[in-house]
């Protein structure tokens, strides 16, 4: 009886006190659907910190980015080529403008006077070349002549030498035959005298003989001075031969140098077209320097130029920031160029437009760092060393039809992200 009164107390104890172990047991309501949506939960997590990871993975190892990057543009400073004084003025600071819009004018009246000037000296210079050109012919025609009467000349005193010794020799013949018509009258002179004396003959014979010798004698006289005189005329058209031969080698000489003087001339006178061509070339442009257009579109600013100013060749008058040909020139550190390549693909996010995203492409790597290109480099050798971190210029191009609404400016703050595998 004892050992079933132990057992009743025992099991109503047991009743009495709840088990310990009633909070850890599972819920009988918690199975189907909250046991799947524990489980769901439990995998999203578990997928959303694999795509963190391999987020920050891919962005550790794929890419690089830095937010030390600006967009970058060629500044034209816009100055006069001429002096003169300033016009009209066609722009204000921050007004956009279009490639070849006219900016500002210069008086040019000062510009044209000297277009006239160079025109007309162009013209005389076109005159005295058809002048000298036309000589040329006329000149070798002159020379060919001369060459050729020289030359006639020439023929003409060698047929006159050749008579002048003729003649020589017929007045030779002469003087012989007045000497033998003087001997034969001597002769018979002498032959009377004896007779005459004798009285064989008359006297008026013997003064006939005489006379006919003296007759005689002044014929051989007057025979000789004539050989005297064809000699010389001998001597006269030999100098006369030697003198035409003498002008027509100098006349055969200076032929061509003659032709080739006016040729020079004409030459000269052509190269004067050229030069009076190129001063009237040379006015022209400083008169159309007399508008100043802009070389390229974008926005005015800086302006410092104002009707009635007088400027000088080189005056900046304004500068023009440009709307294309823009460019990204990001600092990358020269940890982050390890895999760096030109030709990557780069998506550049710019602060200004609110996040926009623009591609690019890598087409330079900087020669140097920044430091080394600073007005003052660092002297390392120097003092107690820090290392440093440098950084490397990297040009970013845009792909074609990034920017073709000209939102970008020069300047703006960009964050580029390039793509390296």
């Not at 088990?19 to 599972?26: R, V």
């Not at 189907?32 to 489980?39: T, V």
């Not at 390392?380 to 074609?400: H, M």
Request: aromatic share 4%; proline share 4%; hydrophobic share 40%.
């Amino acid at each position: 009886m004892a050992d079933s009164d132990q057992q009743q107390q025992q099991q109503n104890n047991n009743q009495a006190t709840p088990p310990q172990n009633k909070a850890a047991a599972p819920d009988p309501t918690e199975t189907g659907p909250a046991k799947a949506r524990r489980k769901f939960i439990i995998i999203a997590v578990v997928l959303l910190l694999v795509l963190v990871a391999g987020f920050f993975y891919w962005r550790s190892t794929l890419t690089e980015d830095t937010d030390d990057a600006q967009v970058d543009g060629d500044l034209y400073q816009v100055s006069a080529r001429v002096s003169g004084q300033v016009i009209k003025v066609n722009v204000t600071d921050n007004q956009e403008i279009k490639q070849g819009d006219v900016i500002a004018e210069i008086d040019p009246r000062d510009y044209q006077v000297a277009v006239e000037q160079a025109e007309a000296q162009l013209a005389n210079a076109k005159a005295s070349y058809v002048q000298a050109n036309s000589n040329v012919p006329i000149v070798n025609v002159q020379t060919r002549t001369q060459v050729a009467t020289s030359g006639s000349d020439v023929a003409t005193a060698e047929a006159s030498v050749a008579q002048a010794q003729k003649n020589v020799a017929a007045a030779q013949a002469r003087v012989d035959q007045a000497k033998a018509n003087a001997l034969k009258a001597q002769l018979d002179v002498d032959r009377y005298k004896p007779l005459v004396e004798k009285d064989v003959i008359s006297k008026q014979q013997f003064d006939q003989a005489v006379a006919q010798a003296a007759a005689t004698s002044g014929a051989l006289l007057e025979a000789q001075q004539n050989v005297v005189a064809q000699q010389a005329g001998v001597a006269q058209t030999l100098s006369k031969l030697n003198s035409a031969r003498s002008d027509a080698a100098q006349a055969r000489e200076n032929a061509p140098k003659q032709v080739a003087v006016q040729q020079a001339r004409a030459q000269a006178a052509n190269a004067d077209i050229m030069t009076a061509q190129a001063k009237l070339d040379q006015a022209r442009l400083n008169l159309s320097y007399c508008h100043i257009v802009a070389p390229i579109a974008g926005i005015i600013n800086k302006k410092n130029v104002s009707v009635g100013q007088n400027i000088s060749p080189g005056q900046n008058m304004l500068t023009i920031i440009p709307l294309d040909n823009l460019w990204i020139t990001a600092n990358f550190k020269e940890t982050q160029l390890q895999n760096m390549k030109v030709g990557q693909e780069v998506t550049v996010k710019v602060d200004a437009l609110g996040g926009r995203k623009y591609k690019g492409r890598v087409t330079q790597v900087g020669g140097a760092t920044g430091s080394r290109l600073s007005l003052f480099p660092p002297e390392n050798a120097t003092g107690n060393y820090v290392k440093v971190v440098q950084r490397i210029p990297v040009r970013i191009d845009l792909e074609k039809g990034q920017n073709d609404d000209h939102l970008l400016r020069p300047g703006y703050s960009v964050v580029p992200d390039v793509g390296i595998k």
